[in-house]
Structure formats: structure tokens, C-alpha cells
């Protein structure tokens, strides 16, 4: 059994007051069994553990993010990732190396506002793929002129309530999408099969947990709730604490009616309005 002696930190646990903190933490076969004052558990200590020395240092219990998409961000690793692309050369750069000849959608995550091609220049570099750009916030969509092909859009296109396109001085569609409108045009992607998305929450999951977040707070699409994250939790397990909302379009008596989830790693009991 393999063991490991955290030692010196200040250790904070979730069920007690900040103030009181322990100074040694135990960890048998990558769990935490057990925390203790000073000398408490190194004193005890077996000639096969291994002893981490941590003065100063202070020892959290996990993080938690109060609003993610754990749905989204699973798709970002298996996509385009535009994140850390902070200038629009870099953008560019990142679309030319992986734009070929195929007909199948390019799609990108986490454009920069500020790092923000015109259509011509996306059109320059991806002149045959349909490309669509997701930015960081998800709250606008950016396309070349092979997918406004694709979809036919116009000025005339019927957009969602709480969505609007950009146009240009003649009334062309400029490809760039706002709000409503941005999750709108996913509808002409391929269907996501359900395996595909439990591996993008999964992905997204097992991330959050190599940085130490151990529970988040999730808006993702309803789907990702009862064919992904439902799924997950009764065949697999979740490997950190879920929080998901409830997204409410329609405050009508069916909305209403929809039953809360309280289980150990996975809960519904809040609500995000539009």
C-alpha cells in the first residue's frame, strides 16, 4: 500500500472552521485518509513512506467553480482550441494548419474578441471547409463564407428570440452571430452521439480534478444533464461534486413540475433564467 505523509502545511478541511487547521495530511493509494496535528502521523511513520515537507504551505481541501459548462468544455479538447491565441495572426495560424479540403465542419473554441478576423480574412485561410468559431463567453459565433453557404444564411434568416446577426453596409451577412443566435447555428453540426458527449464531460471532469477543483456549479445544455451527466452518475460515477441548473426557457406549470436531484456527487436545485 503505497502512503504518503504530507507534513509542515497548514492543512484546512471542508467540515471545520478556517482557524483550525490541521498540520499533517495522510494519503494511502491516492485517497486522503487522514489528517492530524504536528508529529501526529509522521511520528507513526512506516519505512516505505515517502515524506513531503511543506513549511509554510497551506494544504485546501478543493476548489469549486461557481459557473462553468462542463459540456463545452470537454468539446474544447477535442476542437480547434483558440484559448490561449491572443492575436489574430495566432488565430489565423491555428485555422490555415487545419484547414484542408474536407466538407466536414471546422469548429473553434475560445476566440479572443480582441484577436477578431474579418470574413475575408477567414475566408482567405479557410476557403473550403466550413469553419464556425465559438468565442470564449459562447455569446457570439463567428463563420466563413463556405458555412453561411452551408446554412443560407441571409438577412432574411428567421434567428431565435434573444439572437441578431451582424450585416454589412449592403445587408451581406458579415458571418458573425450574437447570443440566441450563436447557439442557434449549432443545429446544423453533426448530432453529438451520447457517447461522444459522456467522453467530452468526462474529459472536462477528470481536467478540473488534475487542477484540484473537486466541484462545480455546471449550466450546461439540458441534454448534457440527462443523456451525459444522469448517465454517468448512475453506470460510472462522477469523479468530482456536480451542481447542475435547471435551464429555464418557458417558466410555464411543466417547468415547474420538474423534479430536483439530490444524490452524493451529483444535484439539480437551482434554477438559470433567461
Known amino acids: 500500500m503505497a502512503r504518503t505523509i504530507l507534513t509542515g502545511a497548514t492543512v484546512h478541511r471542508h467540515d471545520r472552521p478556517w482557524e483550525h487547521g490541521d498540520d499533517e495530511l495522510l494519503i494511502e493509494d491516492g485517497r486522503i485518509v487522514a489528517t492530524g496535528k504536528a508529529n501526529e502521523i509522521s511520528s507513526a511513520a512506516r519505512s516505505d513512506d515517502e515524506i513531503i515537507h511543506l513549511p509554510g504551505g497551506r494544504l485546501l481541501p478543493g476548489f469549486f467553480d461557481a459557473h462553468l459548462h462542463l459540456d463545452i468544455g470537454g468539446r474544447l479538447f477535442a476542437n480547434l482550441q483558440l484559448v490561449n491565441k491572443l492575436t489574430k495572426s495566432e488565430v489565423l495560424e491555428s485555422i490555415r494548419a487545419q484547414a484542408d479540403d474536407s466538407k466536414d465542419w471546422l469548429v473553434g473554441i475560445g476566440l479572443n474578441e480582441n484577436a477578431w478576423p474579418s470574413l475575408a480574412e477567414l475566408d482567405r485561410v479557410c476557403p473550403n471547409r466550413p469553419l464556425l468559431l465559438h468565442t470564449r463567453d459562447y455569446h457570439s459565433a463567428r463563420l466563413n463564407s463556405t458555412a453561411i453557404n452551408v446554412i443560407d444564411l441571409s438577412r432574411r434568416s428567421a434567428l431565435p428570440e434573444g439572437g441578431w446577426q451582424e450585416l454589412d453596409d449592403d ?104
Request: hydrophobic share 35%; with cysteine; aromatic share 8%.
Open 171 to 274: 445587408g451581406h451577412p458579415l458571418g458573425i452571430l450574437r447570443e440566441n443566435a450563436a447557439d442557434w447555428v449549432t443545429q446544423y453540426l453533426p448530432v453529438e452521439k451520447p457517447e461522444k458527449l459522456r467522453h467530452h464531460l468526462r474529459t472536462a471532469m477528470n481536467h478540473l480534478l488534475s487542477l484540484g477543483v473537486t466541484g462545480v456549479s455546471d449550466a450546461s445544455h439540458p441534454t448534457s444533464y440527462e443523456t451525459g451527466l444522469k448517465w454517468l452518475e448512475q453506470h460510472e460515477g462522477l469523479p468530482i461534486h456536480v451542481e447542475n441548473w435547471l435551464r429555464c426557457v418557458d417558466f410555464g406549470p411543466g417547468f415547474i413540475q420538474q423534479p430536483r436531484l439530490n444524490r452524493e456527487r451529483l444535484k439539480r436545485n437551482r434554477i438559470k433564467l433567461f
